[in-house]
C-alpha cells in the first residue's frame, strides 16, 4: 500500500511511461503493442491524483466511471476492490482501458493536464482490469430481482454490450443477437490483435454471460428475423438497435474495381475476424502484403488500424495517404506516433484520383493529386484543395480505403416504420434513444454515425436507462 502524499508532493511525480514493444520487432508481428504497467508503476502514478473534491474526469466519462474512487483504490492497493468499482458503471474495463481515446475525454478533463501530464486514467484501468482477469476473482455486481421482462439486443457491438449489461443488472431478461458467428462485433472484427488482443474480449464476453445474458450468434436481424418479429413472435418487451455504421465508403473514383482494392471493414474483418493475423494456424484470407506496396487512403484510426496491420501482414513499404496535414488527422496521437515509429510513411496532402491496373484487372498503380489548405468548412478543419498540375503515379499493389462508413442498412430495409434520416441512421430522441417506433430504443454509430468506443458505450447505457423506466411505467 502507497502512502498518500501532499498535493505538491504529488504533482512533482513525472507521469509513468507505459512500456511497450520495441517498434522495430513489433512491426512484424501482432503481439500486443503496451505492455501494461507493473505494480510500481501503477502505485507511482496513482499518487499523482489529487482526490479533487469535484473529479472533473468523471464529467469527461462516457458511462461515468467514478474515477477518483478506483484510482483511491488503487493507492491503497485493492486492486480487486478498484476492479469491481470500475464494473459499476463499466462492463468492459480491459477493452476500454485498451482503445479509449482517454486524452480527449477522462484524461483530458483531468486538471493536472492543465499544468503538467494528466493522471493516467487508461493505464490505470487496464492495469486494475487485468489484475482482475489474472486473478480469476472477477468483481461483478450484484443483480436486482427478476422483472420478467424480456429485452432483445440487436448488435454485440460497445452499445450493445453496455446496455445489456446495465439491463441485466437491473433484473431484465436480457438476449443479444449478432449476425457473425462470434460475438464482440467491432470490437472483434475491427480492432487489431496488437491494440487489443481477441481473449480480452472474448474474458469480458464470458463475465457478462455469467451476469446471465443469453447471446445467439448467427441471427441476421433484418433478415433472419424482423424487429416485428422479436415482438409479436419472440415475445420481447423492448427492442435496442446497435447494430453500428458498418457501410463501407468509398473514393468513387476511376479503377477501385480491380483486385487489390479493399474497405477498410473487409480489410480488417478478414485480418482480424478471419485470423489472419495468426498465418501459422489460419490459411491467410486476404491479398497477400508480403514484400508489396499497401497503401491506406484515409487519416482515422480505422486507417492506422489498416496500415500497422498491413506492415505486420509483411508490407515491404507502407503508406498513409491523407489529403489534408496532420494537424487535421482525427487519429489519436499514440495511434500517429507508434505508426511512425514502426516505419509507415505519411503522405500528407496528397489525394487519390485513380487506380491503376493491368490487362487481368490486378492493381498496379494510383495516380495521385498534390494537396493545399483552404479555408475552414463545417467540421472546423481546413478544407483540402488539389494543386493543379501536381499529378503523378506510384507503384501499388494493395490499396486500402478508410475514409469512413454510413449506416448498416439492413433492419432499416425491414422496419418501414421507424423513422430513419436521409443518410439511413435510424432517428432517436437525443436523451431517451427512443425511436418513433413503441418499445425500440436505438443508440451507437447507427444513430450517431461511426464513433469512439467509449461513446458507443455511453449510448447503451443512455439506452438502458430509458428501457429500464419503460418497462417499468408502460409509458411511452
Not at 81 to 99: C, Q, S
Not at 282 to 290: E, I, L, M
Not at 303 to 321: F, H, Q, W
Request: proline share 5%; charged share 25%; glycine share 10%.
Amino acid at each position: 500500500m502507497a502512502k498518500p502524499l501532499p498535493p505538491k508532493e504529488r504533482m512533482k511525480i513525472p507521469r509513468q511511461a507505459m512500456p511497450e514493444q520495441e517498434a522495430a520487432v513489433r512491426a512484424r508481428n501482432f503481439g500486443e503493442v503496451n505492455l501494461g504497467l507493473e505494480v510500481v508503476a501503477a502505485e507511482t502514478e496513482a499518487q499523482r491524483c489529487l482526490s479533487c473534491a469535484d473529479p472533473k474526469c468523471v464529467g469527461g466519462c462516457p458511462v461515468g466511471v467514478k474515477i477518483k474512487d478506483f484510482v483511491e483504490l488503487v493507492l491503497a492497493g485493492d486492486y480487486l476492490k478498484a476492479a469491481a468499482k470500475i464494473r459499476e458503471d463499466n462492463v468492459l474495463p480491459a477493452v476500454t482501458g485498451r482503445v479509449c481515446p482517454q486524452e480527449n475525454q477522462c484524461e483530458g478533463a483531468c486538471i493536472m493536464g492543465k499544468r503538467f501530464s494528466s493522471l493516467a486514467i487508461g493505464n490505470l484501468e487496464r492495469f486494475v482490469a487485468d489484475y482482475e482477469r489474472q486473478s480469476g476473482q472477477i468483481g461483478l455486481p450484484e443483480r436486482a430481482p427478476s422483472t420478467g421482462k424480456k429485452v432483445a439486443i440487436v448488435g454485440s457491438g460497445p452499445a450493445g454490450l453496455s446496455c445489456a449489461g446495465d439491463l441485466a443488472l437491473q433484473g431484465h431478461q436480457v438476449t443479444v443477437f449478432e449476425a457473425l458467428h462470434e460475438i464482440g462485433g467491432v470490437l472483434l472484427y475491427g480492432i487489431p490483435e496488437f491494440r487489443l488482443p481477441k481473449d480480452i474480449v472474448r474474458g469480458e464476453i464470458e463475465n457478462m454471460k455469467k451476469m446471465g445474458i443469453d447471446f445467439q450468434t448467427n441471427v441476421v436481424v433484418g433478415k433472419s428475423m424482423t424487429i416485428d418479429e422479436l415482438f409479436d413472435e419472440e415475445a420481447f418487451d423492448a427492442v435496442f438497435i446497435a447494430t453500428g455504421a458498418g457501410l463501407p465508403q468509398f473514393l468513387d473514383i476511376p479503377g477501385e474495381h480491380f483486385g487489390g482494392v479493399y474497405s477498410a471493414n473487409e480489410f480488417l474483418t478478414r485480418v482480424n475476424l478471419m485470423k489472419a493475423y495468426d498465418s501459422e494456424h489460419y490459411d491467410q484470407p486476404v491479398y497477400d502484403c508480403r514484400d508489396r506496396n499497401v497503401a491506406v487512403v484515409g487519416g482515422g484510426n480505422t486507417a492506422m488500424d489498416s496500415v500497422r496491420s498491413a506492415m505486420r501482414l509483411g508490407a515491404k513499404n507502407a503508406y498513409i495517404i491523407y489529403r489534408r496535414s496532420e494537424e487535421e488527422m482525427p487519429a489519436r496521437k499514440e495511434e500517429v506516433h507508434h505508426a511512425k515509429d514502426e516505419g509507415v510513411e505519411f503522405m500528407n496532402l496528397h489525394n487519390p484520383i485513380e487506380f491503376i491496373g493491368d490487362e487481368r484487372g490486378v492493381l498496379t498503380g494510383v495516380k495521385l493529386i498534390k494537396m493545399e489548405l483552404g479555408e475552414p468548412d463545417d467540421s472546423g478543419r481546413r478544407r483540402p484543395k488539389p494543386i493543379e498540375g501536381s499529378e503523378f503515379e506510384m507503384p501499388l499493389d494493395v490499396a486500402i480505403i478508410a475514409v469512413g462508413t454510413g449506416a448498416n442498412p439492413l433492419v432499416q430495409s425491414t422496419t418501414p416504420d421507424m423513422a430513419t434520416n436521409k443518410w439511413g441512421y435510424i432517428v432517436a430522441d437525443e436523451k431517451s434513444l427512443r425511436t418513433n417506433k413503441r418499445g425500440v430504443f436505438a443508440g451507437g454509430d447507427i444513430v450517431s454515425g461511426a464513433a469512439t468506443v467509449i461513446l458507443a458505450m455511453g449510448a447503451g447505457r443512455t439506452a438502458a436507462r430509458s428501457i429500464n423506466d419503460f418497462l417499468r411505467t408502460g409509458e411511452w
